[in-house]
């Protein structure tokens, strides 16, 4: 067997017995061992056990972090590679195919890409007329606060993705997915804003450590409609006294 294909011992481990026989900082040298920039490979894989603790963070990590522990511009792109993948085979596999309104199947969808963020991240699911997935979309990023996240670009973006119904997902990074009160306001107003559009809002979904809220689950999605009802019914009806009054 030539030099070139013969393993190292961490590789040889790996491949006989799987993460589950290494420790953290085996499993960063397992990584950094396959990678392309050498120079100074111990002192980089000290700091990234250090900083990161595991190879699951440092894979999650933002490119400035990267920047700033790695260095190298090819591992730091194998890294990129490898957080943006999962997410690609699962969108080919999901989109343009029928998709069950199931919280607990987006939450399996999403989390992997989604638990280790360390900043909040608002996507948007496009579903067709016929709950087919067209395309998912990150439209805002950083705190995710009721003044943050803009109902006219969502809106934008539904009609430009010829979508009807909408799923919105997004972390807390806290690892407690439980809705504040500023989650349940700009639920409640997208789901407004949506009747008033015509553009079904189906869930929202708060992904936090190995569990979510769904608003569909908790019946909230349903209250919501139901007070925006009863919110057009009064406005109706006041308008009708209005004209009795006039006339």
Same mark, same amino acid.
């Given at each position: 067997?030539?030099?070139?294909?013969?393993?190292?011992?961490?590789?040889?481990?790996?491949?006989?017995?799987?993460?589950?026989?290494?420790?953290?900082?085996?499993?960063?040298?397992?990584?950094?061992?396959?990678?392309?920039?050498?120079?100074?490979?111990?002192?980089?894989?000290?700091?990234?056990?250090?900083?990161?603790?595991?190879?699951?963070?440092?894979?999650?990590?933002?490119?400035?972090?990267?920047?700033?522990?790695? %260095?190298? +511009? *090819?591992?730091?792109?194998?890294?990129? $590679? #490898?957080?943006?993948?999962?997410?690609? =085979?699962? @969108?080919?596999?999901?989109?343009?195919?029928?998709?069950?309104?199931?919280?607990?199947?987006?939450?399996?969808?999403?989390?992997?890409?989604?638990?280790?963020?360390?900043?909040?991240?608002?996507?948007?699911?496009?579903?067709?007329?016929?709950?087919?997935?067209?395309?998912?979309?990150?439209?805002?990023?950083?705190?995710?606060?009721?003044?943050?996240?803009?109902?006219?670009?969502?809106?934008?973006?539904?009609?430009?993705?010829?979508?009807?119904?909408?799923?919105?997902?997004?972390?807390?990074?806290? %690892?407690? +997915? *439980?809705?504040?009160?500023?989650?349940? $306001? #700009?639920?409640?107003?997208?789901?407004? =804003?949506? @009747?008033?559009?015509?553009?079904?809002?189906?869930?929202?979904?708060?992904?936090?450590?190995?569990?979510?809220?769904?608003?569909?689950?908790?019946?909230?999605?349903?209250?919501?409609?139901?007070?925006?009802?009863?919110?057009?019914?009064?406005?109706?009806?006041?308008?009708?006294?209005?004209?009795?009054?006039?006339?």
């Amino acid at each position: 067997m030539g030099r070139w294909n013969a393993l190292t011992p961490l590789q040889e481990k790996f491949s006989k017995f799987g993460f589950d026989a290494l420790d953290d900082e085996e499993s960063i040298r397992l990584f950094f061992s396959l990678c392309r920039c050498q120079p100074e490979r111990d002192r980089v894989i000290k700091r990234c056990v250090k900083h990161f603790g595991n190879l699951r963070k440092l894979l999650a990590a933002s490119t400035e972090e990267l920047q700033q522990f790695v %260095g190298c +511009p *090819a591992d730091i792109c194998t890294i990129k $590679l #490898l957080q943006e993948l999962p997410t690609e =085979i699962l @969108k080919e596999r999901i989109v343009h195919q029928p998709v069950s309104k199931s919280s607990r199947e987006i939450f399996d969808y999403l989390y992997l890409s989604m638990r280790d963020l360390k900043k909040e991240v608002f996507k948007v699911i496009y579903l067709s007329s016929q709950n087919q997935i067209i395309d998912i979309e990150v439209l805002f990023e950083g705190r995710i606060e009721y003044t943050s996240v803009h109902p006219r670009e969502i809106i934008e973006a539904t009609i430009k993705h010829n979508a009807v119904r909408l799923i919105f997902v997004h972390n807390h990074p806290s %690892g407690d +997915p *439980a809705p504040s009160r500023l989650d349940e $306001l #700009l639920t409640r107003d997208l789901v407004f =804003i949506g @009747k008033v559009t015509r553009i079904e809002v189906l869930d929202h979904i708060i992904i936090g450590e190995n569990r979510f809220f769904s608003f569909a689950d908790a019946g909230l999605i349903r209250k919501y409609e139901d007070e925006f009802l009863n919110i057009r019914i009064k406005v109706l009806d006041n308008r009708v006294c209005l004209i009795k009054d006039t006339v």
